[in-house]
């Protein structure tokens, strides 16, 4: 089982960024999908959750109205869209479903002027 994330990168405040997350060695269709951020200093974060139809929707509240998850089953995929990225944003991002045991490789964004 692989969650490879991608899209990462150093990005000014204000900035966006648009993460992937390639799903193989299982089907996420019938699985919640998080995304879930390391933070220097602060430890292991749930940014936002996506229910296996995409009908359920959850985000905390530092990023509400900035990011967007996303999923698409037929891809086996999971997005998080980042727009008006702030320095708090800056962390590891990792894919994953904690539930099941499942974690990706994360990928590094960094807000930064």
């Known amino acids: 089982v692989q969650l490879q994330a991608s899209g990462g990168g150093l990005v000014q405040p204000g900035g966006s960024l648009s993460l992937s997350c390639q799903v193989s060695g299982f089907t996420i269709n019938r699985n919640w999908m998080y995304w879930v951020r390391q933070v220097p200093g602060r430890g292991f974060e749930g940014v936002s959750a996506i229910s296996p139809t995409g009908d359920e929707i959850y985000y905390i509240d530092s990023v509400k109205g900035r990011f967007t998850i996303a999923r698409d089953n037929a891809k086996n995929m999971l997005f998080l869209q980042m727009n008006n990225l702030k320095s708090d944003d800056t962390a590891i991002y990792f894919c994953?479903?904690?539930?099941?045991?499942?974690w990706g490789q994360g990928t590094q964004v960094t807000v930064s002027s």
């Open positions: 994953a479903d904690p539930p099941a045991g499942l």
